[in-house]
């Protein structure tokens, strides 16, 4: 079993729609979650970043942790056509150094 | 600069040569991390600087791979006797010291080896 678990998609949505993404682990050391964003041929942009259990809201985005089930989501309200890109789940230990990321998912935001 | 810089941007090399890669951080920017993205994965982590030394450099797949980086600044990742299994894209990330720091990614360098 991968220590970070992420269905790889792809998925597509109409413009508009509500999007939910997610990411299961087993490491229980993990206590840093974030998303990423990567476009085809770029680097992997921060979208979110959360420390521990809770929820973040960020715009159109909300980031969800729940330790207990070591479980991940991420939200996207009102979906864009722009928000079509791969998206990447991280999580990090104690140091927060060593990133151990998901597969990734790919999304496709129809107009 | 105003991002993380990696050259080139694309790298075609024959089996069993040796490649560079570079990577210029963000000014003022202690840690320096090297990670690389298989076709359909996530990135794997391969090393991590703090200033001009390897803190941790579990992530290197065989003594083939090797990361310098001397002045605290530009990384250099250097593979011998490319295989072609070391085809991937290099994501070099940086980011101030300290726990919980936002890194900050390069475009990568897409190696392929023909």
Redesign the interface.
Same mark, same amino acid.
């Given at each position: 079993q991968k220590e970070?678990e992420?269905d790889?998609g792809p998925l597509s949505v109409p413009e508009g729609a509500i999007v939910s993404l997610n990411c299961t682990y087993s490491n229980s050391a993990f206590q840093?979650f974030m998303w990423?964003r990567q476009y085809s041929? &770029?680097?992997?942009?921060?979208l979110m970043?959360t420390?521990s259990s809770g929820n973040k809201e960020d715009g159109r985005f909300t980031a969800q942790v729940d330790k207990s089930s070591k479980y991940i989501s991420l939200f996207i309200r009102d979906s864009q056509p722009s928000d079509s890109a791969t998206y990447?789940c991280?999580m990090?230990g104690?140091?927060?150094?060593?990133?151990?990321?998901? &597969?990734?998912t790919l999304l496709t935001v129809n107009p | 600069g105003a991002g993380v810089s990696q050259t080139p941007s694309n790298k075609v090399t024959e089996k069993g040569k040796y490649v560079e890669l570079r990577c210029d951080p963000i000014s003022g920017h202690t840690a320096l991390y090297w990670y690389r993205q298989s076709l359909g994965q996530g990135p794997e982590f391969l090393i991590y600087f703090q200033g001009t030394g390897a803190a941790d450099d579990s992530g290197l797949p065989n003594d083939r791979f090797f990361a310098v980086r001397p002045e605290g600044s530009v990384s250099t990742l250097k593979i011998q006797r490319t295989e072609r299994g070391d085809s991937a894209v290099y994501l070099c990330a940086s980011s101030t010291k300290g726990v919980g720091q936002h890194k900050y990614f390069g475009q990568g360098t897409r190696l392929t080896v023909v």
């Open positions: 970070v992420q790889p840093y990423y041929r &770029k680097g992997p942009e921060l970043y420390y990447l991280a990090g104690g140091s927060n150094y060593k990133l151990t990321f998901g &597969k990734g | -």
